[in-house]
């Protein structure tokens, strides 16, 4: 792998954090198999595409997609707490609206963003390369991320949250609303998605309706390679777990993809198997070395 290629995965392992931060909310600390993420993620890369070329300033258009992927995941929300919907046809259904929401925002499958300002310009303007802007945004971005999500956790809410989602009956014996912890957990998460998905959308140059396909697998393989390469034992081992499996997770995908023996190699159409054999040996990681430990 060349060295272009290893900071292209350190770039796109940044951003995407935000995505797996989201979706570890979730899965992991809600114990909420939220599929809607899939569809929140190109829906914050329309938002802020269409505000953007409506001249907002790109900040405002990254906040407004953040809010445009929370509104996604309160009506997630909405459909299992209220109507009573399994979770997982919540999200389902909520990712198929998205589509359409998504066409009607932009009125086109793809709007490009090249020749517009965003929030890399600045930074380039400073004398950086595209990849040195990106990684600068990403990285501090990610931290911020981080940062807030480590202090909420230890927060009353976000004990009750994480209490939600070990044991649902006894939250409800203390009087603590689950629907409402799942509201919150639900909305803040797709709303990081979202987030991610308009950092994205200006750092490739255009939103697609696609281009949410497959987020929610990526998310669930940063948050395992993250627990295999850390324990999730502290709420800070988890989220900084969660970066750096993101990170190495674009890493193995890089690597992958630029494995040669003789004339077979990957291709980009293996991204799924690819992503499917690191999840795997992933969650073996941990049992093999637990095996490997009684053996000595």
């Known amino acids: 792998m060349t060295q272009y290629a290893f900071l292209g995965a350190i770039e796109h392992g940044l951003v995407f954090s935000l995505m797996a931060l989201g979706v570890f909310l979730t899965f992991r600390a809600l114990d909420f198999p939220d599929l809607s993420v899939d569809g929140s993620f190109p829906l914050g890369a329309a938002v802020c595409a269409v505000l953007i070329t409506k001249g907002v300033n790109p900040w405002y258009a990254v906040a407004a997609a953040g ?22 046809l919540a999200g389902i259904l909520t990712m198929i609206a998205s589509y359409s929401i998504i066409l009607r925002i932009m009125g086109m499958p793809n709007m490009p963003l090249l020749g517009y300002d965003t929030i890399f310009t600045p930074i380039e303007n400073m004398g ?49 609303s689950t629907d409402r912890m799942i509201f919150i957990g639900v909305s803040f998460s797709n709303g990081l998605v979202a987030l991610c998905g308009a950092l994205a959308a200006q750092f490739l140059g255009f939103a697609d309706v696609n ?76 049992k093999l070395r637990k095996s490997i430990g009684v053996a000595k």
């Open 128 to 176: 950086f390369s595209p990849q040195t802007a990106g990684i600068l945004v990403f990285a501090a971005a990610a931290f911020l991320a981080a940062l807030f999500l480590i202090w909420f956790f230890h927060t009353d809410m976000g004990l009750a949250l994480r209490a939600t989602g070990d044991n649902m009956k006894m939250v409800r014996a203390q009087g603590i």
């Open 211 to 286: 281009m949410g396909i497959g987020t929610v697998v990526a998310g669930l393989a940063s948050v395992i390679v993250g627990e295999a390469l850390l324990s999730s034992r502290s709420v800070l081992r988890a989220v900084v777990g969660v970066i750096l499996g993101s990170m190495l997770y674009r890493m193995a995908i890089a690597y992958a993809l630029s494995f040669q023996i003789g004339e077979f190699r990957f291709s980009p159409g293996d991204l799924n198997l690819i992503t499917a054999v690191i999840v795997v040996l992933a969650l073996t990681f941990p």
């Open 67 to 88: 809010l445009a992927g929370a509104c996604a995941g309160f009506v997630t929300a909405f459909l299992n707490t209220r109507l009573k919907i399994l979770n997982l």
